[in-house]
């Protein structure tokens, strides 16, 4: 048979045929045999499985406590009515045992199972341990369960801490159901829950809070939970009864547990009562009565429930057991002294008692769990700073985990309660189920200075009105160790083959969604291309001089305006990227891709820091740019939450690119549409000098005209170069044209002449801007003012007349205004480092020398 993994329990069960003197420790340190393993065994639905030998634990407790060891002589309580004594130590609960003439026994906890729902058989049997051994050896599963669960719906108190002092009190109970609170405002704030308490004594608190509770327990119908919540100092602690020497919840439920049991002992049932105790401490988990500083894990069961794995689970026997093992375990919770609270608990606390009944040929196990929530307090408020700083974040960040577990609980339709958000709420999943009843007890207290946490302490009572708990899964219970190996192995294989298709189905979904996803984002891409290239296309479509400055002036403010180029930084590898790609004009996608995967981070980074920017870009160019401008952005917008791409650094970074090539965009074309304008105007300029003959030199009248048809008419295929060749070709040597010339010469530029005529370039301006540049480049670059208009525009007419018969050699010089008045129209961008003539003052110039030459 297949070894199972051990989970030992401290039995305190009679085991009269071995060695009197023998100490526990020795014996738990002899390695385990099969019979002893299998001696006694519960199904239980706790949520603890002690992994290391109990036995260990004990010493370790003991000789903490005071060193004892020794064997006892005496018998369980239970077994053989042994009235017990009055202990007044942890110790003495072992030593006592050891004295009573029995050993712990090792007893074998299978891994959690769930409570099942069965009826209670009637009439019960004894319980005793050779019963279930009996019936283990028989292969006979013992079952748990719990039955008749009664309610689902969280039972909501609100203890009111009395003043202890004469300050003037802010909270009134109205009724047993209602309370009001007087806040800040001067509004009375009401609020109504299943019951206010206040001035009521420890005793009212659990007759009504818990006594229900822990009674169902027993009667095997319903696990129970009791949890105290509230603000720092305002008695959770008090009401649990977790303060040293004191006597609240807890206590009174072991009395009462043992109470009921010896009643129900007297007819005839059988109870075995076990308890663990655990804290949550900065969002780890230690074992209270196993103070050795190691943390404990969670684990999830089979059934996927969560458990911790680790924590000792000790056999009590009576009240004073109990009691004894709780200020044990007191002794080892963090507490501190906080100005809101000079014993103030910086740990959540579980503990849980276990009770397992036999009934017949069956073990009940139920549990009540008492949650001892550390106070939710304002770190101003607390003075909190160093370790008690980020105790107090831990406990602020998992009563929040907690709020959020409760809001989704709360939901009609819940679909997913981020039970994992922290360890609180992670142990609390196992406990916050169909199967349990709950009693939540708000702590709130009357002073004025606390009218805030109260009103918030209420609130999360509010809340957890709506809370509806979903019934745990229950499935059916069988001993694993009464499966034989083929069983095992054969379950094993199902098991695997499961995951295997799990798997698959896994890898399958995430490469469909992985295409999915790329193939948006290609989609995405193309969009953006094309919208890019439509742009291109669009820019250099037919527009009016009047467009063009226009364009010209809020491109110009846009700039001035603009902290975009100040403030976005992409890392280089993204800048070099990004240059490749608009330089190649067609995105490779891949390589886009696989530069943002690598700079995941940074993009996350800058796209946060950026976000403004993004904002102020699409603000601007809402305002300033034309309406083609206004309305790709907002297409693009559009088509970004059109396509929730949902890695949204990814597609933020697309967005960024898209926004920095529509500027590069915006350069060009203002550069380009400004370059070809003074271009043409400088070929204008040189038009009228051959008409009206000065100096200018020409060979065929016809030829010009048919060139310049050609090159106004052209649709398409105009260069810059093919323009700078054209107008080169204009140099041609002087002849003196017909005036039937000079007239077709000047109806033409007449007609073509005014403004920017249908020119549609292949290919962007090399001189002026190079679409392998981005903006920042560009304009440190300064090559624009390296431009042949600057290298001229110092020349006299004279020089520049003479100049245009060089210009077979000097493609470049051309005829155009002075730089005087060249740079009154000039617009500066950018520190005077880009300089963009207006075409507007430049046609006044160029109107102005027309003027003149005639
Ligand atoms: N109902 C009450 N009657 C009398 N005294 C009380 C009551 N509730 C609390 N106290 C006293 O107030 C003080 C603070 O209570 P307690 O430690 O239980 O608060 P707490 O909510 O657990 O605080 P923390 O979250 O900081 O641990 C204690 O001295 C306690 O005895």
Known sequence: MKQRPLFLNVDLSPQPNKTPNKSPIQRTKTPLKETQKSQSRFHSPIDTQPTRQTSTIITELISKRSGATGRSQTQTAVEQEIPVKQTSDFQTIYQRSLKANYIPKITHINAQTPPKQQSVPSPATPINHQFISQNIEKNIPIHTNIVNKQKEKVQIYIRIKPNLTNEKSVVKKLSNQHLAVHTFEDTNRQFEFDTILDNSSQEEVYNLTSKQIVSDCIAGRANGVVIVYGQTGSGKTHTMGLLEQSKGVIQLAMSDIFQQIKEQNENGNNFKI???????????????LNNNGQQLQIRESKDSIPYIQGAVQISIEDQNDGIQLVSFGIKNRVVASQVMNVNSSRSHTLLTIYIKKQVQDKVICSKVAFIDLAGSERNKKSLSKGLRLDEATYINESLSALGNVIAALGQPNQQHVPYRESKLTRTLQGYLTGESQISLICTITKLAESTNETLQTLMFAQRCKDVVLRPQKIIPIQDEETLDNGDLLKQIAELKETIKDLQEQQQKQQSQQNQQSKQQDKDFLKFLINIILKLKQYTFSNLSSCQLQEKQALAEKFLQDSTYYQTIQFPKEIQVMMMEQIQSQEIDQQKVEQCLEGNKEQIKDLAKSFTQDIHYLVQAFKQYSDMRYNYIIEKI?????????????????????????????????????????????????????????????????????????????????????????????????????????????????GTYGQGIKVVKPTEPPPIYHSPSVNVSTLIQSRKFQQNPFNDISSLTEQQAASSVEESNLREEVHVIPNNESLLQGKLRFKEDELLIYSRNQMAAQMAARKKQLK
């Open 274 to 288: 076990e308890m663990s105790f655990i804290q949550i401490y900065m969002d780890k988990i230690y074992d209270l």
């Open 637 to 749: 917008l559009e088509q970004y939450r059109q396509k929730e791409i949902q890695v949204w650094a990814k597609g933020l970074a697309y967005l960024l690119i898209t926004i920095k090539q529509l500027l590069n965009q915006l350069y060009e074309i203002k550069q380009f549409d400004i370059a070809s304008d003074i271009y043409l105007e400088g070929i204008k300029q040189q038009l009228y000098h051959l008409i009206n003959d000065k100096g200018t030199m020409y060979k065929s009248p016809q030829k010009i005209c048919d060139l310049i048809e050609k090159f106004y008419c052209s649709e398409t295929d105009f260069s810059f170069n093919q323009m700078k060749k054209f107008s080169s070709s204009l140099n041609i040597p002087s002849q003196t044209m017909s005036d039937k010339y000079k007239q077709k010469i000047e109806k033409l530029i």
